[in-house]
């Protein structure tokens, strides 16, 4: 299994892009869909054309920003329909509003507007905390975390390996213990200031230290943020 950063910043960031991974397992994971896809993709040298499966962690602006111009891209140049992975509340939020974006299509020769439906779109498939979703050989494993909007983390397991990622979460040592931990590879977010929705770039290093987890990485940094711990590097590849 094989990882890349696409972005590794917070929402606000100056520095860095909207924190996104791409997960390469027996398909190529897209998690989250930030702002400036293409272009960071093209800078990394990925084709957009071997992604169509995403999945969507919260409908926060720096994790979906730039979904509806992925969907069109995969509709009117690619004509490929991907799959989009979410949560059921996530997906009754977000389902309205992107059928309204897709409530039509161009029939006649352009003359004529025709009703579409989100399902001629991309395919849905639901992630629920209960039940992991085995997928071709990768299982992904989800589990809630405390943000403003209903978020979780997420586990990929593929060969024997696994990658867990917090998303954007408070410092929650259940979390860690009971999902994280045993990971071969753990991204974690991290911000330089106490947020009651984000993590405390010390509480966590303290915990780290303290339970002696050395697989941790971090990622949804602001640009002050500075720590013992390892940064992921945007457009690294990293083997886990
Ligand atoms: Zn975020
Ligand atoms: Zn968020």
Same mark, same amino acid.
């Given at each position: 299994?094989?990882?890349?950063?696409?972005?590794?910043?917070?929402?606000?960031?100056?520095?860095?892009?909207?924190?996104?991974?791409?997960?390469?397992?027996?398909?190529?994971?897209?998690?989250?869909?930030?702002?400036?896809?293409?272009?960071?993709?093209?800078?990394?040298?990925?084709?957009?054309?071997?992604?169509?499966?995403?999945?969507?962690?919260?409908?926060?602006?720096?994790?979906?920003?730039?979904? $509806?111009? @992925?969907?069109?891209?995969?509709?009117?140049? +690619?004509?490929?329909?991907?799959?989009?992975? #979410? /949560?059921? %509340? *996530?997906?009754?939020?977000?389902?309205?509003?992107?059928?309204?974006?897709?409530?039509?299509?161009?029939?006649?020769?352009?003359?004529?507007?025709?009703?579409?439906?989100?399902? $001629?779109? @991309?395919?849905?498939?639901?992630?629920?905390? +209960?039940?992991?979703?085995?997928?071709?050989? #990768? /299982?992904? %494993? *989800?589990?809630?975390?405390?943000?403003?909007?209903?978020?979780?983390?997420?586990?990929?397991?593929?060969?024997?390996?696994?990658?867990?990622?917090?998303?954007?979460?408070?410092?929650?040592?259940?979390?860690?213990?009971?999902?994280?931990?045993?990971?071969?590879?753990?991204?974690?977010?991290?911000?330089?200031?106490?947020?009651?929705?984000?993590?405390?770039?010390?509480?966590?290093?303290?915990?780290?230290?303290?339970?002696?987890?050395?697989?941790?990485?971090?990622?949804?940094?602001?640009?002050?943020?500075?720590?013992?711990?390892?940064?992921?590097?945007?457009?690294?590849?990293?083997?886990?």
């Amino acid at each position: 299994m094989r990882l890349l950063p696409l972005g590794i910043g917070n929402a606000f960031s100056i520095k860095y892009n909207n924190t996104s991974f791409l997960v390469e397992t027996d398909k190529k994971y897209l998690i989250d869909v930030p702002k400036n896809l293409r272009k960071t993709l093209d800078k990394y040298s990925v084709d957009i054309k071997d992604i169509n499966d995403v999945i969507i962690t919260h409908y926060h602006a720096d994790h979906l920003g730039d979904l $509806e111009q @992925f969907l069109q891209y995969k509709r009117w140049v +690619e004509n490929e329909k991907p799959t989009i992975y #979410t /949560k059921q %509340e *996530i997906f009754d939020v977000i389902e309205p509003f992107y059928s309204k974006i897709f409530d039509n299509k161009v029939s006649d020769n352009g003359k004529r507007l025709e009703k579409q439906y989100l399902s $001629e779109i @991309f395919d849905y498939i639901e992630l629920n905390p +209960e039940h992991p979703l085995l997928n071709g050989g #990768t /299982k992904i %494993e *989800i589990k809630d975390t405390f943000h403003t909007v209903p978020t979780f983390s997420v586990k990929l397991t593929y060969s024997k390996r696994s990658l867990a990622n917090s998303s954007d979460t408070n410092f929650n040592p259940d979390l860690l213990n009971n999902f994280l931990s045993g990971s071969d590879f753990i991204i974690h977010e991290a911000c330089s200031y106490e947020d009651p929705v984000h993590t405390y770039v010390k509480t966590l290093e303290e915990y780290v230290e303290k339970n002696k987890i050395n697989n941790i990485h971090l990622a949804h940094i602001d640009d002050n943020l500075e720590s013992s711990l390892p940064i992921l590097k945007e457009g690294k590849w990293y083997d886990v």
